[in-house]
């Protein structure tokens, strides 16, 4: 698990793991949601070793999340390699 704090330092993370799933999640400290979606991602995680996930809080990295269209937390946005992003969504506790 990885966490980004720049515009810069996302662009780095995207080009060193171009040949795994790069899932970005979009949280926030005051998100219920996003701490309770926390430990299912951290499992997710070490079940599969070819994901990499990337922490972006989304108070400190609006300059991020804004342009990526991040209105709702928490949310996730899939890039994969050469296919750039693949996906993205929201998602509660219950759904993931």
């Excluded at 609006?62 to 992003?85: C, E």
Aim: proline residues 4%.
């Amino acid at each position: 698990m990885i966490e980004v704090h720049s515009k810069q330092e996302l662009v780095d993370v995207l080009a060193c793991f171009s040949s795994k799933l790069v899932i970005l999640d979009f949280y926030a400290t005051w998100c219920g949601a996003c701490r309770a979606l926390y430990p299912k991602l951290v499992k997710l995680c070490k079940e599969n070793p070819d994901i990499v996930l990337v922490k972006v809080n989304w108070e400190k990295n609006r300059d991020i999340a804004k342009p990526m269209g991040v209105k709702v937390l928490p949310y996730f946005v899939f890039y994969y390699g050469s296919l750039g992003r693949i996906a993205e969504f929201s998602v509660s506790v219950s759904k993931i």
